[in-house]
């Protein structure tokens, strides 16, 4: 995991180098937050671990097993009278939707702040998603920071605005900005008695019927009047310009440095907008007056200039326009706002310090197995049960969906096995697993395998357990240090069957899978082996006495080990074809020796005998 500075309560520096991660969590220790929720995500994946190494007066942290259940606990505590903060990355947000459609109704006593990380261009996640459209469903102020110090200012004033609104703020944090380290400047942390009570308000509480359509309208209301407040937003360069450009997030860098860049300065009036939802339509009428047009710049699906149009209709002169000149799929970056400027303002020779974009070809880098991980090993099983069948392997999201891609989809956590399970019901004679890891599987996989259980569906699960959520920072699971028995809870939702194998030993797992494919109903094989990059006692030892050679005289040159296991840590010589093991890589997995079908590859222990495969 990447390293982050330690913060302690003595820790009185106005200014800090930090990156975004870093900024989220000063700002919510430093406006005294009581309880702090999660479920990891990139690209907020660090902002818990610097939580956590608060030394005094530390928050309460729970970390959740999905993001409902992480709205539901952060809304009991900001309704006793905490301050609270929930994390998660925008899918998480479609999972916490539902209690978050109604937290607006319960008029919260502390702040509750939800940030979510977005991730246009899908950098960090394996989809982009605009998730801009909850903010007019839940009726909840959304609030946009532009860079590091931003985000510190932005949670801080969501604290107190949630608790003036007396609901829950959204601010959302880009990827782009999430990484970014800066220097920024903190202020002194807030001190405010940590005095919690929960009060017994059925009228506020129970929201069912018209006593819920009641507690809606004065949430509208409350929003409404919030509307009219100022809007956290700023203005630059020429004021009396007849072109106005209106930006959020993470796009206003990219426009500002274009706009300077072709020195634009005199013939543009720049509004960056922070306060993305309630938008305030006086604010903006003032601003537009004098304009003929107006261009809205931001990523994905144009939800800003829909807002203004829907509150500027008939009421300005100016045309607004935006997503007819800017895609709504990834990342605007400075070509698209570059070539957009110059041919709106007609630039024959437009003069700019940065080379031609379009000639640097920058190639996808897609993430891949550590040497070592448990998942290289079990798809290299699971391929050769299936590859002479043409078997369908359902796919969920974690370390388990890298590349190279062996699933038949990736979609979002669980579609693993729920949407094999209607696969499974009208293609019964096809050869079908369904997969996930220990994270998906208690994120809400439990409840779907009960599912299959329910309606008797003859499936095969493949629970890929490496005692950690690692793709997102090694977070601890429900299996890292044994607090649930796993095979016990899964035979009390019904499955059938249990095959607990070692995710090295390929034979096993395909031995396991077969025998689970003959059986009736669902059927788990229970993949275990520890994150690579978190090795064992029991792994680092092997690495201390242990050495793998390939002996070529033997090796029948089928390439299983290179070219279907694709360890990094066997490396082929260009020149003869020859196959060897870089030691400093290999992990000492020994998954090759079962992959091997001419024991040509030798393991030598420490003052020992060589023992082959």
Not at 295 to 318: H, N, P, S, W, Y
Not at 356 to 361: G, I, R
Not at 410 to 427: D, E
Not at 493 to 505: L, M, R, S, T
Request: charged fraction near 20%.
């Amino acid at each position: 995991m990447i390293g982050h500075s330690k913060i302690v309560a003595t820790d009185v520096d106005n200014l800090q180098f930090i990156d975004g991660n870093q900024a989220v969590a000063l700002a919510a220790w430093d406006a005294h937050v009581d309880y702090v929720t999660h479920y990891p995500g990139s690209p907020l994946n660090r902002v818990i671990p610097v939580l956590q190494d608060i030394e005094e007066n530390a928050p309460v942290i729970n970390h959740a097993l999905n993001e409902h259940i992480a709205a539901l606990a952060a809304l009991g505590a900001s309704m006793s009278g905490a301050r609270s903060l929930v994390v998660m990355k925008h899918v998480g947000l479609n999972i916490a939707a539902d209690p978050l459609n109604y937290a607006g109704l319960v008029k919260i006593s502390g702040g509750m702040v939800v940030v979510v990380g977005t991730d246009p261009g899908a950098r960090t996640s394996t989809g982009e998603e605009d998730v801009h459209w909850y903010a007019p469903q839940f009726n909840y102020p959304l609030l946009e920071p532009y860079d590091v110090q931003s985000i510190y200012d932005t949670v801080q004033h969501a604290f107190d605005l949630s608790e003036q609104v007396r609901t829950p703020v959204l601010v959302f944090v880009a990827g782009r900005l999430a990484y970014q380290s800066v220097m920024i400047e903190r202020r002194a942390r807030l001190t405010r008695p940590a005095k919690f009570e929960f009060n017994k308000n059925k009228e506020s509480l129970i929201n069912v019927g018209q006593r819920a359509v009641r507690n809606h309208r004065q949430q509208i209301e409350r929003i409404t009047a919030y509307a009219a407040q100022p809007l956290r937003a700023f203005d630059e360069f020429n004021q009396h310009a007849a072109h106005g450009v209106i930006t959020r997030g993470a796009t206003y860098a990219v426009v500002h440095e274009v706009i300077r860049d072709l020195q634009l300065q005199p013939h543009i009036h720049l509004l960056n907008v922070e306060r993305v939802y309630p938008v305030n339509p006086d604010y903006i009428i003032d601003w537009c007056r004098g304009k003929t047009a107006v261009t809205v710049i931001e990523d994905q699906d144009g939800f800003l200039e829909t807002m203004l149009k829907r509150e500027l209709f008939g009421k300005v002169a100016c045309s607004i326009e935006g997503k007819n000149n800017f895609p709504a799929w990834g990342e605007i970056n400075d070509q698209q706002v570059r070539q957009y400027f110059i041919a709106k303002f007609k630039l024959e020779n437009p003069v700019t310090s940065l080379p031609a974009l379009d000639k640097l070809q920058v190639p996808e880098r897609p993430g891949t197995f550590c040497e070592g991980c448990p998942h290289r090993a079990a798809f290299y099983a699971i391929d050769h049960c299936f590859l002479l069948n043409d078997g369908i392997i359902g796919g969920d999201i974690g370390c388990s969906s890298l590349a190279p891609h062996r699933t038949d989809w990736l979609l979002c956590m669980n579609a693993g096995v729920g949407i094999s399970q209607g696969i499974a019901q009208l293609l019964p004679h096809r050869a079908l697993v369904s997969s996930g890891g220990e994270g998906s599987l208690f994120h809400g996989g439990l409840i779907s395998l009960q599912s299959a259980v329910e309606n008797n569906i003859k499936m095969t699960h493949i629970l890929f357990d490496n005692a950690s959520i690692a793709m997102t920072g090694h977070q601890d699971s429900p299996t890292t240090h044994g607090h649930v028995d796993v095979r016990m809870l899964l035979a009390a939702i019904g499955v059938q069957q249990v095959y607990e194998v070692n995710a090295f030993a390929t034979t096993s797992v395909i031995d396991a899978i077969n025998a689970a494919a003959e059986l009736p109903g669902v059927k788990v094989v229970w993949v275990r082996g520890n994150c690579a990059l978190l090795p064992s006692t029991e792994m680092l030892q092997r690495r201390q006495q242990r050495t793998l050679q390939i002996d070529n005289s033997r090796c029948g040159e089928c390439s299983l080990c290179y070219d279907q296991l694709q360890c990094p840590a066997i490396i082929k010589n260009s020149a003869t074809g020859n196959l060897s093991v870089n030691l400093h890589t290999c992990r000492r997995c020994t998954a090759c020796l079962s992959v091997c079908p001419n024991n040509a590859i030798n393991v030598i222990e420490q003052e020992q005998a060589v023992v082959h495969a």
